[in-house]
């Protein structure tokens, strides 16, 4: 049969749909099965005649390597069209906005490291909280992503995009950095490989400090271990790993704006200094695929045990003028998971067709809850919940070449879930099921003149917060509610293209289109997300990435969205925190002599803050860098820069009702911010042994 060769973008064998088919074992050249024949390109965006769609690509170690992130999930602003920001400092999990989303802490961009998902169900902080700290970036060995709900393999959270983060097996020599910064920054990191058996064993250990800019210092300090063994020879790869994290710190949760302009508190204060927080994560994963002559067999299981406790207070003396409004919520959960696919070729009359099976099962056991604390003392309980969360998802996908320049994909996937809610509220108590069938689909014309054209559509979906699903009494008020539908429908629209044509550059440029049948919104005075109307999205893409020699490399995207709740409200249509425009400009150098070094421009577009539109963010330019010296084959020492242009811009904001002392009980309207750090320097020393 003919070979297709795929980038390494595509982790998963592409599919078609709506016929019959039944497994045949794949062809055979010289003894060796034909089935996905994977290469790895010097190029991570050459994608013509392997991509799907033109929003996937993958980014390779050496990209990721050089570039300059104030913390590890800035990483994947290197996913075009992404931006990572934060509004309570570190520790906390990143907000992710991604096209005309402001998706808070992670609702509808799915993020897996190793296959293990990240985004955190039913958390008592928000749906999908998505806390990247654990990551350790000299270990990240790509970052694979796409965009829209076009791809059976993907499931809850994943409508705006997924992004699968990997880690190497091995090192090909051991690291020892240290790195000193202003701001109380300090990083030490130790990791090696070395042979062991018919294997590697990988580890290492990650040790950091950092206070910040701000007043009240931070006092973040977190540790990252890993320990992997692997085997990469012959027919069957298998990994185990596991994964220790832990982090506590002190918050700078968002402030008023009239408070900074009233000279009440500085730019860089609080109002309530003994905000905080601290979590953990530790994780056992195995990973299994062979190659046979049945096909390929992939086998992912993972337990992660994880725990978080915030100490909030977003409206300050609105609710309890003499205590204040702090309050904590924490989360404790024990995730099980298996994801397991078969993927195989046969033909039907004279078309090969690649098909490919997959199951993918999950269970949440969380204790989550929120209380009234002040100063960090827990005042009164407002509720606690066990919840037990199931979910099974299959899917089916199949490619077929119709005709020389045209091919198909197409899948279809169904999810079940159980949700098991015990409340200390026996009225929010209960169980609930539901079940989602969505189908996928994607034409792909081309290529000509190195130039491929696409065609997407597909169905996706969000779970709800399982507590929302039973609840009918608020926990606070003790108004009666209506429990929220477990699951909401996302349904996408794309069209796009990409070449390569020019020599030594890649572009693609995708419009698209996405409906939700109900946003999830970040309330800014409840410090949660909320189920609201239907919304709609439509945009465009674009990006180009250009390396004309070796040791240059100019990565540039820019993304433009119009985001509207559905139908009409007297309130307004516009989708508070909804990202229009996100551009990014990255310039990399590399092996000039001794020096390295990349320059980064992040345009961070107007939202706007309430349904009407009267009120709106600024939008903010960023400017980070880092250039480095090789002082000789094993030692090299960088510089990198944050914020250069030292601006005073705000990293986040958000528009509601809260109370300083003396204002009215009834609280005042304002816009709340996250003020970027000052700009800061921090050098390293990298050891190779």
Not at 6 to 11: A, G, K
Not at 122 to 147: A, C, R, V
Request: aromatic share 10%; glycine share 10%; with cysteine.
């Amino acid at each position: 049969m003919t070979k297709l060769v795929v980038s390494p973008q595509q982790t998963f064998i592409s599919c078609a749909l709506f016929s019959l088919i039944w497994p045949q074992e794949p062809t055979n050249a010289a003894g060796v099965p034909t089935l996905k024949e994977m290469t790895v390109r010097a190029n991570s965006r050459e994608l013509i005649g392997s991509a799907d769609s033109a929003n996937e690509g993958t980014v390779l170690k050496q990209q990721l390597d050089l570039r300059t992130v104030y913390r590890p999930g800035e990483l994947l602003e290197t996913v075009p069209g992404l931006v990572v920001t934060q509004h309570s400092g570190e520790g906390k999990a990143n907000q992710y906005f991604l096209r005309g989303f402001n998706l808070d802490h992670g609702t509808d961009l799915r993020i897996t490291v190793d296959g293990m998902l990240v985004n955190e169900r039913s958390h008592g902080h928000g749906q999908g909280w998505s806390d990247t700290n654990f990551l350790i970036p000299e270990l990240i060995s790509s970052i694979q992503y796409m965009k829209g709900p076009y791809y059976a393999e993907q499931g809850d959270f994943s409508s705006a995009g997924a992004a699968s983060l990997g880690y190497v097996n091995t090192l090909p020599k051991g690291i020892a950095s240290y790195g000193l910064g202003e701001q109380g920054f300090m990083r030490g990191l130790v990791a090696k490989s070395r042979k062991a058996g018919g294997g590697n064993i990988l580890y290492a250990l990650e040790l950091l400090t950092k206070d910040g800019p701000w007043i009240k210092h931070e006092d973040f300090k977190k540790f990252n271990a890993v320990l992997r063994y692997s085997q990469n020879n012959g027919p069957t790869k298998f990994n185990v790993t596991a994964m220790g994290y832990g982090g506590k710190w002190n918050s700078t949760d968002q402030i008023p704006l009239r408070a900074v302009a009233s000279g009440l508190i500085p730019r860089l204060g609080a109002v309530d200094p003994s905000d905080g927080g601290k979590s953990h994560r530790f994780s056992l994963s195995g990973a299994l695929e062979h190659a046979g002559r049945f096909g390929k067999t992939q086998l992912n299981l993972y337990t992660i045990h994880t725990s978080t406790a915030l100490f909030s207070n977003f409206t300050y003396f609105l609710d309890d003028p003499v205590n204040g409004d702090q309050f904590s919520q924490f989360d404790k959960r024990f995730q099980s998971a298996m994801n397991f696919s078969q993927a195989w070729t046969n033909k039907i009359g004279v078309f090969e067709v690649e098909n490919t099976v997959g199951v993918q099962f999950q269970n949440d056991i969380i204790d989550n809850g929120l209380l009234s604390t002040k100063q960090r003392q827990t005042l009164s309980t407002t509720r606690k919940d066990h919840i037990n969360q199931n979910s099974i998802g299959i899917y089916y996908q199949n490619s077929v070449q119709w005709l020389e320049k045209f091919r198909s994909v197409a899948g279809v996937r169904s999810d079940f879930y159980w949700f098991d809610v015990s409340s200390n509220l026996s009225a929010n108590s209960g169980n609930r099921y539901d079940s989602m069938t969505n189908p996928k689909l994607s034409l792909i014309f081309g290529p000509w003149q190195q130039t491929e054209f696409y065609f997407n559509y597909g169905g996706g979906f969000h779970s709800n917060d399982a507590r929302g699903t039973t609840s009918t009494i608020d926990p606070k008020s003790g108004d009666p509610i209506q429990p929220v539908n477990p699951l909401v429908r996302s349904i996408g629209y794309e069209v796009g293209a990409r070449t390569a044509i020019v020599p030594g550059l890649q572009a693609s440029v995708a419009l698209f289109r996405l409906d939700m049948a109900s946003e999830l919104l970040f309330v800014g005075d409840a410090g949660t997300t909320e189920p609201t109307r239907p919304s709609k999205r439509e945009g465009f893409e674009v990006a180009l990435f250009y390396k004309p020699n070796d040791w240059l490399t100019v990565d540039v995207d820019y993304a433009l969205a119009r985001a509207r709740f559905s139908g009409s409200d007297p309130a307004g249509n516009h989708i508070p925190g909804a990202i229009r425009g996100v551009g990014k400009l990255a310039v990399t150098v590399d092996d000039v002599g001794p020096f390295f070094g990349n320059l980064q421009i992040r345009y961070f577009g107007k939202r706007p803050l309430i349904e009407d539109n009267s009120v709106q963010s600024d939008h903010i330019v960023t400017l980070n860098g880092q250039i480095g010296y090789k002082i000789s084959k094993n030692v090299r020492m960088t510089l990198q820069g944050f914020n250069l242009l030292n601006t005073h811009a705000h990293t986040i904001d958000y528009y509601y009702t809260s109370r300083l002392p003396g204002e009215p009980a009834a609280g005042v309207s304002d816009v709340h911010f996250h003020p970027i750090e000052n700009r800061s320097l921090r050098v390293s020393w990298i050891a190779n042994f």
